[in-house]
């Protein structure tokens, strides 16, 4: 069935890069996104690449898919303090769902 | 403009007692969807509408539960009666033809 799945914890010190990655299972996937959740808040969206995309780069964002293998990642360039959250990845397929990973806790060390 | 708004933020109620959770979805959107996170569970899709209408409420988890979207604008979750188990954050979120979703800022739930 579908799933997306996701490591539970990363952490990484202030200044350095941070890749979260994602393995999903539907290939009829449309968008791949990213959310961010602080704590206290609600899920933030990030960013999303479109299926037919390799990577897509904002500000110090970069998502990379690779459809031959389902897997997406999100590196965060110069992480900062502020970055620290639960990053969620998540596939629409159509229809009327979203699959959410289980999300990957982000800690960043000053 | 003005995002997914949720009310109330924060709720605290007694076991047995009716809770009511309030969603209003961005203008415009035609699609809405109740979640519930838990550290155990993570986050749950409940229910979702599309043009008002009840899709899938596959996921609502007992009968104690219901949603009600009586208007393009406005959606209500209710339990009744609540349990602690019940006790988590509620997320709507609403989106343009089931894509992109939207979140609003959560409902934090504790019954006691």
């Known amino acids: 069935g579908e799933d997306v799945e996701q490591s539970l914890f990363l952490s990484v010190r202030e200044g350095d890069s941070s890749v979260i990655n994602c393995t999903y299972t539907?290939?009829?996937?449309?968008?791949l996104y990213w959310y961010k959740q602080e704590p206290g808040a609600g899920l933030q969206l990030l960013t999303y690449?479109?299926?037919?995309?390799d990577m897509k780069q904002d500000q110090r964002l970069t998502v990379l898919l690779n459809k031959k293998d389902k897997h997406l990642s999100l590196r965060i360039a110069d992480t900062q303090t502020g970055d620290s959250a639960i990053y969620f990845c998540?596939?629409?397929?159509?229809?009327?769902?979203?699959?959410f990973g289980a999300g990957t806790r982000l800690f960043v060390k000053a | 403009d003005a995002g997914v708004i949720q009310s109330p933020r924060h709720e605290v109620t007694e076991m047995g007692q009716e809770v009511t959770l309030r969603c209003k979805p961005i203008?415009?959107?035609?699609?809405l969807f109740w979640y519930r996170q838990t550290m155990m569970r993570g986050l749950e899709l409940l229910i979702y509408?599309?043009?008002?209408?009840?899709?899938?409420d596959s996921g609502m988890p007992e009968d104690r539960f219901s949603a009600k979207m009586p208007n393009a604008s406005f959606s209500t979750l209710k339990i009744q009666p609540s349990e602690p188990r019940d006790s988590a954050v509620y997320f709507c979120?609403?989106?343009?033809?089931?894509?992109?979703?939207?979140f609003g800022p959560g409902t934090r739930l504790t019954v006691l």
């Open positions: 539907d290939s009829s996937s449309t968008y």
């Open positions: 998540a596939e629409y397929t159509g229809g009327f769902k979203t699959i």
């Open positions: 203008s415009g959107h035609n699609s």
């Open positions: 690449i479109f299926s037919n995309m």
């Open positions: 509408f599309n043009n008002n209408v009840p899709i899938d």
């Open positions: 979120a609403s989106s343009y033809d089931t894509d992109t979703q939207y």
